[in-house]
């Protein structure tokens, strides 16, 4: 493996995978970063690597140009970040969801049979989700043996990103492993999610809007973890295999609000709570024993310590 692809990766996860495996491992890989710049993206969450990668703004949605990639840098591993990944958006523009993740996906991989071809030990790792398995009670933890269960239009299209990714090992031998991860946070996430917004708001003096009554459940990965998660299954992962990766940080959302507004030093008088999302699943916790028992992985951080990370990397953005 020298030549890597990684889509997606001017956006939140991508960015921080990119600049741990460039800290890392110096100049022992080439990097390609391949992202069509969508809202989410920005280039400047690549600034520690910036030299060090090059970039091509191309969507993956496009085979001729995946094709043309892949043969140009001469790929032989693709990680693959790229999707739309807010839940929201998701119930308003369903369709969106299923063009960039199902069917951007299948064209990507299909890109890469047809120019490692079928059985290449060329590696391909899929970055999902756990929301793919749907909802939990306050029992119990997503196993990677559990069938798929999406309820949201992003979940069902990361789930059909899945099947996808899963056949084309299956049928066509091709060297695939599928990572399935908890709530990610951390630097360089779009502030329209959960944390980041909470942080703007909180240090701006604004009322923090909580669905339903904050007691929805979530198990927080700091994303640096994540990203070593993610370069441990690209070194040593099984084929074929799927790989769960969580953080061991339960913690119902309106806890983890609170948590912000006591590092900020702010009241709980700025919690206003709203109509309750659509859809909204109740409780997801990792089982990510496998990542530890096959490949010696577990998260470093407490959502505390990583909460206390990422408040002060906002501020210093001047949150």
Same mark, same amino acid.
């Given at each position: 493996?020298?030549?890597?692809? &990684?889509?997606?990766? $001017?956006? =939140?996860?991508?960015?921080? =995978?990119?600049?741990?495996?460039?800290?890392?491992?110096?100049?022992?890989?080439?990097? &390609?970063?391949?992202?069509?710049?969508?809202?989410?993206?920005?280039?400047?969450?690549?600034?520690?690597?910036?030299?060090?990668?090059?970039?091509?703004?191309?969507?993956?949605?496009?085979?001729?140009?995946? %094709?043309?990639?892949?043969? #140009?840098?001469?790929? *032989?591993?693709?990680?693959?970040?790229? $999707?739309?990944?807010? %839940?929201?958006?998701?119930?308003? @523009? /369903?369709?969106?969801?299923?063009?960039?993740?199902?069917?951007?996906?299948?064209?990507?991989?299909?890109?890469?049979?047809?120019?490692?071809?079928?059985?290449?030990?060329? @590696? =391909?790792?899929?970055?999902?989700?756990?929301? &793919?398995?749907?909802?939990?009670?306050?029992?119990?933890? =997503?196993?990677?043996?559990?069938?798929?269960? /999406?309820?949201?239009?992003?979940?069902?299209? #990361?789930?059909?990103?899945?099947?996808?990714?899963?056949?084309?090992?299956?049928?066509?031998?091709?060297?695939?492993?599928?990572?399935?991860?908890?709530?990610?946070?951390?630097?360089?996430?779009?502030?329209?999610?959960?944390?980041?917004?909470? +942080?703007?708001?909180? #240090?701006?003096?604004?009322? !923090?809007?909580?669905?339903?009554?904050?007691?929805?459940?979530?198990?927080?990965?700091?994303?640096?973890?994540?990203?070593?998660?993610?370069?441990?299954?690209?070194?040593?992962?099984?084929?074929?295999?799927?790989?769960? +990766?969580?953080?061991?940080?339960?913690?119902?959302?309106?806890?983890?609000?609170?948590? +912000?507004?006591?590092?900020?030093?702010?009241?709980? *008088?700025?919690?206003?709570?709203?109509?309750?999302? #659509?859809?909204?699943?109740?409780?997801?916790?990792?089982?990510?024993?496998?990542?530890? @028992?096959? !490949?010696?992985?577990?998260?470093?951080?407490?959502?505390?310590?990583?909460?206390?990370?990422?408040?002060?990397?906002?501020?210093?953005?001047?949150?």
């Amino acid at each position: 493996m020298k030549n890597i692809l &990684v889509t997606g990766g $001017a956006g =939140f996860i991508g960015s921080n =995978f990119v600049n741990h495996m460039v800290e890392k491992y110096g100049d022992k890989y080439t990097y &390609v970063v391949y992202d069509k710049m969508t809202y989410a993206a920005n280039m400047e969450n690549l600034a520690p690597s910036e030299g060090k990668y090059e970039f091509v703004k191309e969507d993956i949605c496009d085979l001729e140009k995946d %094709v043309e990639t892949l043969k #140009k840098y001469n790929i *032989d591993a693709v990680v693959h970040f790229a $999707a739309e990944s807010h %839940v929201d958006n998701s119930i308003k @523009r /369903p369709l969106t969801f299923t063009e960039n993740n199902v069917m951007g996906t299948n064209t990507l991989i299909e890109a890469c049979r047809q120019v490692w071809g079928e059985g290449s030990p060329n @590696r =391909f790792v899929h970055v999902s989700t756990d929301e &793919v398995y749907g909802t939990l009670g306050d029992n119990g933890f =997503f196993v990677e043996t559990l069938p798929l269960a /999406p309820n949201s239009p992003y979940s069902a299209s #990361k789930a059909g990103s899945d099947l996808v990714v899963r056949a084309y090992g299956e049928t066509f031998n091709m060297n695939v492993c599928i990572t399935r991860c908890s709530n990610n946070y951390g630097p360089n996430q779009h502030e329209e999610k959960l944390i980041p917004l909470m +942080i703007k708001k909180a #240090k701006a003096g604004e009322n !923090l809007p909580v669905y339903g009554k904050g007691n929805n459940v979530r198990d927080w990965l700091y994303v640096l973890d994540h990203c070593i998660a993610i370069d441990t299954v690209l070194q040593k992962g099984l084929k074929g295999e799927v790989y769960n +990766i969580g953080g061991n940080n339960e913690k119902a959302n309106l806890d983890v609000v609170k948590l +912000i507004l006591k590092t900020l030093g702010k009241s709980e *008088d700025l919690i206003t709570y709203v109509q309750d999302r #659509k859809g909204h699943d109740y409780r997801y916790a990792i089982d990510s024993s496998k990542m530890k @028992r096959e !490949l010696g992985w577990q998260p470093s951080l407490t959502v505390e310590e990583g909460m206390a990370k990422t408040i002060a990397w906002y501020l210093n953005k001047q949150y």
